[in-house]
């Protein structure tokens, strides 16, 4: 007690109680604990608290968490003297916020007495807070994965439920995007990288899997034409769009797939 009010109240009366007594000779010294409680009170509490505490209960407002106006409304309480339950439910839904009154509105049954609206705005701030906790780290764990690797999952096949090793003699070699592009400008296979065929009639590496270079059927013996089918109907929602893509690139083979890949690559896709 050293500054402002409370530091020339203790000033003072620190120069009171050392001040010599003329009848005793001695300090008037600092009295009782109790005349010291009681100096204290008088000075610096309102003598009418329980009037300002009904004044902060008709204006206070949540601001933070519940447990946090749970906490400030119960002290007013206590001080305000009120013991109307009716009043009370009333002053405490008004400082709610709006979502948190709404959502014990949504409830089946209305709490009845002052801990049950305590408990209840709890539980709910709570549970919200929870959500709010869970989508925001749902959103940074999709929102990290680049968008290139998210479209190249979307076509990954798995027809091969046994991984292929990278050194497999049948494999051929990985090529870089600026390899790739060079193949495809020059003519070249982007199996075994020489002219005069592409990947899918590529003899060198024939006998790889159907995860890698797919074998290119024989063409069938002509028959007699069926009948045109209806035309299906064009894909128009998100959805649709995405599947159909997908059914063609896997159709394709593996190496159209790839070149689709790399074009959207370019274009960030």
């Not at 109240?9 to 600092?30: D, K, Q, S």
């Not at 906490?71 to 405490?92: G, H, P, W």
Request: charged fraction near 25%; include cysteine; proline fraction near 6%.
């Amino acid at each position: 007690m050293q500054e402002k009010a409370a530091g020339d109240w203790a000033t003072n009366r620190t120069t009171v109680a050392l001040a010599p007594n003329p009848t005793t000779n001695t300090t008037t010294g600092f009295g009782t604990w109790v005349d010291f409680l009681n100096d204290f009170r008088n000075t610096f509490i309102t003598t009418d608290d329980s009037a300002d505490a009904r004044r902060q209960l008709l204006n206070i407002k949540q601001t933070g968490t519940a447990d946090d106006y749970n906490t400030q409304f119960r002290s007013l309480v206590t001080r305000s003297n009120i013991s109307d339950k009716n009043a009370l439910s009333e002053m405490y839904q008004q400082g709610l916020t709006r979502g948190l009154i709404q959502r014990i509105y949504a409830r089946d049954k209305l709490p009845d007495t002052m801990e049950e609206w305590y408990q209840a705005a709890s539980q709910a701030d709570n549970l919200y807070r929870r959500l709010q906790a869970l989508n925001a780290t749902s959103t940074t764990t999709t929102s990290s994965t680049p968008r290139s690797t998210r479209f190249k999952n979307l076509f990954s096949t798995t027809t091969s439920s046994s991984p292929t090793p990278t050194n497999s003699p049948n494999r051929p070699k990985k090529l870089t995007p600026e390899e790739r592009e060079k193949c495809m400008k020059e003519g070249h296979c982007l199996a075994c990288q020489e002219v005069g065929h592409n990947a899918r009639d590529c003899t060198k590496y024939k006998a790889r899997t159907p995860t890698t270079i797919r074998q290119v059927a024989p063409d069938p013996v002509p028959t007699t034409p069926a009948p045109v089918a209806a035309e299906p109907a064009k894909p128009t929602s998100k959805a649709e769009i995405i599947a159909h893509i997908c059914s063609l690139l896997q159709n394709a083979g593996d190496n159209v797939a790839e070149e689709v890949l790399m074009e959207l690559d370019k274009m960030d896709f």
